[in-house]
Nanobody, 124 residues
Framework: QLVASGGGLVQAGGSLRLSCVAS????????MSWFRQAPGKEREFVAA????????YYADSVKGRFTISRDNAKNTVYLQMNDLKPGDTAIYSC???????????????????WGQGTQVTVSS
């Protein structure tokens, strides 16, 4: 099970840190990612991190503003979001796939487990 938290309402230019905690299994050999879905839009890739944390990947729209990280000892993945914009408003979900590859996994279909999502709302 993956449980995402940390969402909320923030003004444009503000910051939030999302957390995704795994229970019932270890994230050590899992690639992790964050996706988001805004009302009326398809789910889109935000950021991904490989199992070791050595490589990270970002959507162009968030590059330079968001940072994905992981603490395998705490079985947790984070998404630090800075300089938030109204266009970042969406439900953010974390996802996991058992993989020790180093390449990016950018499609929702690449992932096996999903968290429930946490709402992020950015006001202008």
């Amino acid at each position: 099970q993956l449980v995402a938290s940390g969402g909320g309402l923030v003004q444009a230019g503000g910051s939030l840190r999302l957390s995704c905690v795994a229970s019932g299994f270890s994230l050590n050999n899992y690639a992790m990612s964050w996706f988001r879905q805004a009302p009326g839009k398809e789910r889109e890739f935000v950021a991904a991190i490989i199992w070791s944390g050595r490589y990270t990947y970002y959507a162009d729209s968030v590059k330079g503003r968001f940072t994905i990280s992981r603490d395998n000892a705490k079985n947790t993945v984070y998404l630090q979001m800075n300089d938030l914009k109204p266009g970042d408003t969406a439900i953010y979900s974390c996802a996991a796939r058992r993989s020790t590859d180093t390449g990016p996994l950018l499609s929702p279909d690449d992932y096996d487990f999903w968290g429930q999502g946490t709402q992020v709302t950015v006001s202008s």
